[in-house]
Structure formats: structure tokens, C-alpha cells
């Protein structure tokens, strides 16, 4: 089973964007600006995925094209679909849980350009596996996207990226609600934080990871 979630402030909202910007998931907690690496950090069910199908559905609803770099073969494109991204403007690479070759893949993307909005997702690779990436590798990266209107995420549990990432968010699990009955329960609603780590200096903004529908996969 997989939940379809879509990540907001508690407070209802219409995510707004500019040429040069996509506004963040946070309301307010910063704007994620195009030609710059961004990381999401947080443990799993602190809602990553839900806020990644979020800015995925505004990117392509915007008539952009995005790309999923699935380091682990995770990525639920009916979730993503559910949550509203179109998927006719997505590209998913599988990496089969190879780092290397989930490096080489967003290198290629990020060169070939044309994409709004790249998603490098790195949660389930093992710490010591990042560690041990050259940081020529983000680098390279940071010089291949800047100047150009495109937004590399990075999707981690620790940051990855370092000093080349131009924003780094820290989420953070509140409260958990559930249907049904033990053994057979399924996730309602996720209430999380989420706050700024770079820069710092941000009051953290509360929001939410609801399901919406459940799909067999």
C-alpha cells in the first residue's frame, strides 16, 4: 500500500511562483531560488516525500519539466501523480541502489538542461556511502545549474551538499494520527516542522502530510 499525500501549512495557502523562484512548500520560511542546490533533511516519516510530491505538482502544473533521480528504486509515481504531479512532464531515473550511477545521472541531466526542477533523492543511501563522494562531485554541480532557471533538490537524511547548497531545510516529525485498528493501521495525517538550517534564522513552520487516497502497488 501507498499513501498519496500532499504536504501545506496547517494554515490553507496558494503557493505562489515568480520567473526566477519557486516558493517553497513553508509559506514564507524562504523561496527556493532557481540556479542553486537545495537540500531536505529529515528522518524517514518526517515528510520529505510529501513536501518533494508537492513542489514536483507545482513544477509541472506550471508546465515545466521535472526529473526524479530515485537512488534506491523508492519513487511512487502514482503517489507523486495523486499528490498532483503530471507525469507526462516527468522523467524518472531508476539507479538500481547504486550511488555512482545516481551521481553520473544527475550529472547528465544537469547538463542537457531543459529541466525546471531536478530531484536527487538520497534518503536510504547509507551514510558512510556519502561521505565518501568527492565533493568535486558538488561542485560540479553547483557550476553546472547556476545561471540557469533550473533547482536541484536534494532529498537526504544528512546534508550532503555542504557549503554548495545554497538552502538547506531540517524537517521534523510532531504528531502521527491513524485509521483503523492494530494490527491493520494506515497513516491519516503526518503533522511536522520544518525549519530553516541555511540561513538560519527563520522561525520554523508548522505543516502537514495528509493522506489522500490509497493505491495498491
Known sequence: MAMAAS???????????TPREFQDLTHGLAALPRGTICEILGEPSTGRTALAHSMLATATLGGEVVAVVDSHDTFDPASAQKAGADLGKLLWVQCGHRLETALRATDMILH?????????????????????VPVS???????????????MLILARQSVARSCATRQFGLRQQTVQWRGEAPFQTMRCLAMEASSRKPMGTSPVSMEARAEEFAEV
Do not use: K, N, Q, V
Open 7 to 17: 504536504a501545506r501549512p496547517l494554515s490553507s495557502f496558494l503557493a505562489e511562483r
Open 137 to 151: 562531485y558538488w561542485y560540479r554541480f553547483r557550476r553546472a545549474i547556476e545561471h540557469s532557471p533550473t533547482l
Open 112 to 132: 542537457s538542461g531543459g529541466f525546471g526542477l531536478i530531484l536527487l533523492d538520497l534518503c536510504d543511501m547509507a551514510p558512510a556511502a556519502l561521505d565518501r
